[in-house]
């Protein structure tokens, strides 16, 4: 939409508006991911001014959002405690605010382009770019199952595998299997409002932080080592869980209201595959200092990607996405940045 000689200047106003607001032919960058990671590499792109749009299939503001929206996250520097969907919120209005567009689409397909790549969504819609940073966390993901009797029939009518609202499980008796930091975690953010929380471990020992596991130690949680929950049972909802003392057989049964089932999660099928980048065993991206991937003009940041020595931490993520950013943009730049 040109000027003309005669537009007067709100004419020219109102094409310059209508102008900025249409989406470039070709983004500098699409972000395929919209937890911390793929947000934070939102506003550090922007603050480059390359037109970024963020895509994301599950929930914008990533696990955070989806999977524990209530409990407290206390290892963001700068906020000793927040709860996950609150600090995801802060994450997405950063990103919002610093230009990038957000759209809640799944990305089923990436071809290359002469000008880059063109990004394709179930939803239907192709968007073309010059760059694209992969940040999908784990992926799309589903809860692993304990696989014991009751636990299908009963789930959801007691059985659970995330926390939505911790006062769901106000006043009343859970069980929470698993050994890992989720757990741990769960654990502690239900126990003050619970009337009782059993936490059951397969082993002797935890696998979750240490930070984690002391303060479950000095809680009014009950630890059951060694333990493994074998049958749940209830007319239409939770009321008892049978566990196992796997060393000594010894059985006993619980007289429950929930058993919430935290012992990991398990990627859907991913197209990572098809789209030709080198990986890391099946599910990983195998990445290099910069962030960059095996396929020129991809990179990579944030739970999804490898390297010696990575950690999957919010602010270890969000630390990726500077660095993949500075990556994109020298790329982009080039040969002025080469
Ligand atoms: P995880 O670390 O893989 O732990 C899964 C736990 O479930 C383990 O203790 C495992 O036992 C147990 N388990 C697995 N299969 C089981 C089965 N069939 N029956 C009974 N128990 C079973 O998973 P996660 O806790 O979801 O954590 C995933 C990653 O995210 C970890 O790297 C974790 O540190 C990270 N994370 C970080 C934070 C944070 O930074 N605040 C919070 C949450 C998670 P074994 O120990 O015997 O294998």
Not at 58 to 63: F, L
């Amino acid at each position: 939409m040109g000027f003309r000689a005669t537009d007067g200047p709100h004419v020219r106003m109102f094409k310059k508006r209508v102008t900025l607001s249409l989406p470039p032919m070709v983004y500098d960058l699409i972000i395929i991911g919209g937890g911390p990671a793929g947000l934070t590499a939102g506003v550090y792109a922007r603050t480059r001014k390359l037109s970024t749009l963020i895509l994301e299939a599950q929930a914008i503001g990533g696990q955070l959002e989806w999977l524990y929206p209530t409990k407290s996250v206390y290892d963001y520097p700068s906020y000793i405690a927040i709860e996950g969907g609150e600090l995801a919120q802060l994450f997405v209005l950063h990103s919002r605010e610093s230009g990038a567009e957000l759209r809640s689409e799944e990305v089923v397909d990436i071809e290359r382009q002469p000008s880059g790549f063109r990004v394709r969504t179930r939803e239907g819609n192709a968007f073309e770019t010059r760059t694209i940073l992969l940040a999908m966390g784990m992926g799309l993901f589903e809860p692993k199952r304990l696989d014991v009797p009751g636990e299908t029939e009963l789930e959801g009518r007691g059985v659970e595998y995330r926390v939505r609202d911790r006062h769901e499980f106000k006043d009343k008796r859970v069980i929470v299997v698993g050994g890992g930091d989720s757990a741990l975690e769960i654990a502690l953010e239900i126990f003050a409002a619970a009337k009782k929380v059993i936490l059951v471990h397969r082993r002797g020992e935890f696998r979750a932080m240490e930070k984690n596991v002391e303060a479950v130690l000095k809680s009014p949680i009950e630890v059951r080592f060694d333990a493994e929950v074998t049958s749940i049972e209830g007319d239409g909802h939770v009321e008892r869980a049978v566990v196992y003392d796997n060393r000594t057989l010894k059985k006993q049964v619980f007289d429950v209201d929930a058993v919430i089932v935290n012992i990991g999660f398990q990627p859907k099928i991913t197209p990572l595959p098809k789209w030709g980048i080198e990986l890391e065993g099946e599910r990983l991206i195998k990445v290099k200092a910069d962030m960059s991937t095996s396929v020129r003009g991809i990179y990579a940041c944030g739970d999804i990607v490898s390297y010696p020595g990575k950690d999957k931490r919010i602010v270890t993520g969000c630390g990726e996405a500077v660095t993949a950013i500075m990556s994109v943009y020298k790329y982009l730049k080039q040969p002025y940045w080469a």
